[in-house]
């Protein structure tokens, strides 16, 4: 059985490196972070976890997905006060976990945790996120370019239960 666990930010970087590691070709493809090509596998590594590690503010709430004493995954959320939303600011499954009860117990806890309106802005070619996303009952609001990444995110919306 899946268990949604608050954690501290501080337990979070492992959580992230070793879910990276496992999936390095897909998160290369899919990370908001531009990378030098010259680095070797091990420093995109390193610099995608910390531009994660550091995109996390202390206000949020972290949660890690425990299966049988392993994490599988993680999420972020962020309440943009004094607005009933909340931004879900990083979400991330073990590949090889991404399974229809995984993705339930991911769901359940974010909508158990956040408020009456969920925003969330994902890289646009992170087609697979954005497609569950809506999936999920998200619908798209805007594109936005971000210079610090020097590429578009779409941002998308769902009202919660």
């Not at 666990?5 to 908001?32: A, G, Q, R, W």
């Not at 070619?125 to 798209?140: P, Q, S, T, V």
Request: hydrophobic share 35%; aromatic share 10%.
């Amino acid at each position: 059985m899946v268990r949604v666990i608050e954690i501290e930010k501080s337990e979070l970087s492992k959580i992230v490196f070793d879910i990276y590691n496992e999936d390095l070709n897909h998160i290369k493809k899919i990370h908001k972070l531009k990378v030098e090509e010259s680095l070797n596998d091990i420093e995109k590594l390193v610099s995608y976890v910390s531009n994660t590690m550091s995109s996390i503010s202390d206000e949020e709430f972290i949660f890690k997905l425990d299966l049988d004493g392993e994490a599988i995954g993680f999420f972020t959320l962020l309440n943009v006060l004094p607005h009933e939303v909340t931004q879900l600011n990083g979400f991330h499954i073990s590949k090889n976990h991404r399974t229809k009860e995984v993705l339930k117990s991911l769901w359940e806890g974010i909508e158990k945790n956040a408020k009456k309106n969920i925003i969330c802005g994902l890289y646009e070619e992170n087609k697979d996120a954005i497609n569950h996303l809506k999936k999920n009952g998200f619908e798209e609001q805007e594109y936005m370019f971000f210079d610090e990444y020097d590429k578009n995110f779409l941002i998308l919306n769902k009202k919660n239960k």
